[in-house]
């Protein structure tokens, strides 16, 4: 419900002054989704108290989903599965839920869930004929058959309770079509049926994973013959190179092929991430971890290493270009 015309309102101050005349108006679709969500909850939580003694602590509402936390550390799928069902067969047999106030004394001999801390002598009592009495102030549908269906989406554990998330009518017909449409989308991209995805998926990551060790193996390949091509090219202590193409991950894979066959020492660069690599295989004097820990503050770098490798980022290419030079300078003095 919205207020057309409020006076003088604000977040402090939710309610009109007193004796002020305002106009009021249901939204209706809004109130229906919540009458649907809050008296499936009555009835959700009388069917888990008569199945398996599980009592409702709370009861959560909210835009996107909807939740009760019972008095049971967890559910078998097949109790889940059997709840569900029990739920629905009582929305099928289209049960009365009727509204009425009773006096504290009446209520009293009901055989109400709680009893509430109410103020005054009457309650109101909403009643799903034959499976709950309750005390309540809130709205709710008049028949069962009005909930439509009820779908349980997940359970989590919530402090020695389980939370059970679920959705009623307007919500669970969405939640089908929705379902529907992702399902049959991706059956049709796959040509198959719903029943056959499952299999098709199974056997698409299992390709992927083949291709996966296929890829890696030739990019050793590749590494090898570039580090063999790098190694011949630079009549130097220190292969200085950089990269416009490459991560440092496949740089990490060059050097190592690099410091197995050289004693090179090796510094790449890559502008693709402005990131630096610098390797050798122990042949030189220089601790890299250490130098960058000491160093790369002064170039606005970030990273570190041990002593035969360390890596850096830098925020652009001038300042990676900077330390490129500086570390090149150092190696040779150490050489
Ligand atoms: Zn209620």
């Known amino acids: 419900m919205y207020i057309k015309k409020l006076v003088k309102c604000s977040i402090n101050s939710p309610h009109p002054p007193e004796n002020t005349t305002v106009e009021c108006q249901i939204e209706w679709e809004l109130r229906y989704d919540h009458m649907q969500q809050h008296t499936g909850q009555h009835l959700l939580s009388a069917i888990c108290i008569d199945e398996y003694d599980a009592h409702t602590s709370s009861f959560h509402l909210g835009k996107d989903t909807v939740s009760i936390d019972l008095s049971v550390s967890e559910f078998s799928d097949n109790q889940l599965i059997h709840i569900e069902n029990q739920v629905n067969k009582a929305i099928y047999e289209n049960r009365v839920i009727k509204t009425y106030f009773v006096s504290k004394e009446q209520a009293g001999t009901l055989p109400l869930r709680k009893m509430p801390d109410v103020e005054g002598d009457e309650m109101r009592i909403v009643e799903i004929d034959g499976i709950d009495t309750s005390a309540c102030a809130g709205t709710h549908v008049s028949r069962t058959g009005e909930l439509g269906l009820m779908k349980l989406l997940k359970t989590e554990k919530s402090k020695g309770n389980t939370r059970v998330y679920f959705i009623f009518g307007g919500r669970a017909l969405k939640d089908y079509q929705q379902t529907h449409n992702v399902l049959t989308t991706l059956a049709n991209q796959h040509s198959t049926n719903r029943e056959g ?39 130097d202590p220190i292969i200085n190179k950089t990269f416009e193409d490459k991560s440092l991950k496949e740089l990490q894979g060059i050097a190592r092929q690099i410091n197995a066959a050289s004693n090179q020492c090796v510094i790449f660069t890559t502008t693709l991430e402005n990131k630096l690599l610098i390797s050798h295989n122990g042949s030189i004097s220089v601790q890299c971890g250490p130098l960058f820990k000491q160093e790369l503050k002064n170039f606005n770098g970030k990273g570190g290493g041990n002593n035969t490798s360390a890596q850096a980022a830098f925020e652009n290419a001038n300042d990676l270009d900077t330390f490129k030079n500086f570390l090149d300078s150092k190696i040779r003095e150490s050489l």
Do not use: S, V
Not at 215 to 223: A, F, N, R
């Open 197 to 235: 995805l499952i299999d098709k998926i199974a056997k698409i990551e299992t390709e992927n994973k083949q291709y996966q060790r296929e890829i890696e193996e030739l990019k050793g390949k590749i590494d090898h013959f570039l580090a063999q091509e790098l190694i011949q090219t630079h009549n």
